[in-house]
C-alpha cells in the first residue's frame, strides 16, 4: 500500500513539473516550431518578397570549370573595391541569380555580414542586404538565438533540453498503470476537458519520437561545448583545424575556376556548394563541398582548401574520414 501510495505521489509530482515546464515553455517551443517551419522554405520566401532576384535565364548553372565564378568577383571588386573581406558564392545548382556573402576581417559566423545576388552572367548587382536587416535573416536570427546574439544562441540550447524534459515527464505521466488499450483511447462522449486531454495526450505520442529528434539535435547544435563533452567518453574529441594560410600574404590571386578544379580533383565524386575566395593577406581558397552519402545539401561537410597564390591544395577535408563525434555532429 505504501509503495502504491508512494507511486501516485511520484506521478502527481511528475504532472506537475510537466504542466509547469509547458507553461514556462510553451511560448519559446511555439515560437522556434513556427520560424524553423518558415525556414524550411527561406529561400523560396524570400524570393517571392524580392522578386528583383528571381530572374529567368537559358544559361546553365555555372559549375566547376565555368568563367561566371570569376567575372562576379571583378564585378564585386569594382562595385566595392575597399571591401578587402571574403566573398562566398553559394552553388545552388539551378538557373538564376548567383547568391553571394560578404564576410568582413575577422568577423565571426553570426556578426553581421552583406547579402549580395548578381545576375546570372556575373556581371550585374541585382540586389544588396545586410543580415539581419531583412525578414528571412531576421526570422534565422530569431530561431537561432532569439536575436539575443550569443547568449540567446545558448538559451535555445538549453530550451531544447527543457523540451526533452517535458517529453519526458509527459510520457512518465501518460505511461498507462491499467490496460493500454485504454490508454489510447479518446473520449468521443466526454466533457470538453476530457476531450481535449485526450487530444493533447494522442499528439503528444504521436509525435514524441519526432519532437525528441528535434530537441536533442537543436540543443545538440546550439550547446556544442557541452554537447563535446557529453560524447567524448564514448566518441573521442573532435579536434578544430583552423583554415590554413596560403603560402604569402602578397601577389597576383590565381582565378577561382582554377581552384575549383583543384578541389574537384581532389575529391571528383562531390558536388560543389560554396566556394569562398579571400581578401588580400594569407587566406585560401574554401570550396565547401556535398559527397554523395552527405545528406547536408545546403551546407555539406567536405572540404577543400587552395592556396589563393600558386593554385596547391594546402588541405581536405573529407566527411567519410570524420572522426566519430564528428560525424555524430554533422
Not at 235 to 250: D, I, N, Y
Not at 305 to 315: I, N
Amino acid at each position: 500500500m505504501a509503495m502504491r501510495i508512494s507511486g501516485s505521489t511520484m506521478r502527481r509530482n511528475v504532472r506537475k513539473v510537466h504542466l509547469w515546464l509547458g507553461l514556462t515553455l510553451g511560448g519559446f517551443f511555439a515560437l522556434l516550431g513556427l520560424t524553423g517551419s518558415a525556414l524550411v522554405f527561406y529561400q523560396a520566401i524570400d524570393g517571392c518578397l524580392h522578386p528583383e532576384i528571381r530572374v529567368e535565364t537559358s544559361q546553365p548553372a555555372p559549375g566547376w570549370n565555368s568563367p561566371v565564378w570569376d567575372r562576379a568577383l571583378a564585378t564585386l571588386h569594382v562595385r566595392w573595391p575597399d571591401r578587402k573581406g571574403n566573398w562566398r558564392f553559394e552553388v545552388t545548382g539551378e538557373p538564376g541569380a548567383l547568391p553571394v556573402r560578404y564576410q568582413p576581417p575577422h568577423a565571426g559566423h553570426h556578426d553581421r555580414r552583406v547579402m549580395v545576388w548578381l545576375s546570372p552572367d556575373g556581371r550585374t548587382i541585382l540586389r544588396e542586404a545586410v543580415w539581419g536587416e531583412y525578414l528571412m535573416t531576421f526570422i534565422y536570427d530569431l530561431h537561432m538565438q532569439l536575436a539575443l546574439g550569443e547568449t540567446g544562441h545558448a538559451a535555445v540550447g538549453w530550451i531544447g533540453v527543457g523540451l526533452v524534459f517535458l517529453l519526458a515527464t509527459g510520457l512518465w505521466a501518460w505511461w498507462p498503470r491499467g490496460t493500454w488499450r485504454k490508454a489510447f483511447r479518446y473520449k468521443h462522449e466526454g466533457s470538453l476537458s476530457r476531450r481535449l486531454r485526450d487530444i493533447h495526450k494522442l499528439a503528444g505520442l504521436g509525435g514524441l519520437a519526432l519532437l525528441l529528434m528535434l530537441a536533442i539535435t537543436g540543443a545538440m547544435l546550439a550547446l556544442p561545448g557541452q554537447t563535446g563533452a557529453v560524447m567524448a567518453p564514448i566518441l573521442g574529441t573532435a579536434k578544430a583545424e583552423p583554415a590554413p594560410h596560403s603560402s604569402g600574404r602578397t601577389g597576383r590571386q590565381v582565378p577561382i575556376r582554377q581552384a575549383l578544379i583543384a578541389a574537384h580533383a581532389e575529391l571528383p565524386d562531390a558536388r560543389i556548394a560554396w566556394v569562398e575566395a579571400p581578401g588580400p593577406g594569407d587566406g585560401a581558397f574554401m570550396v565547401r563541398m556535398q559527397q554523395p552519402d552527405d545528406p547536408s545539401f545546403r551546407f555539406p561537410h567536405s572540404f577543400v582548401f587552395v592556396d589563393q597564390y600558386d593554385g596547391q591544395v594546402l588541405r581536405v577535408d573529407d566527411s567519410r574520414q570524420a572522426e566519430p563525434a564528428v560525424l555524430v555532429t554533422n
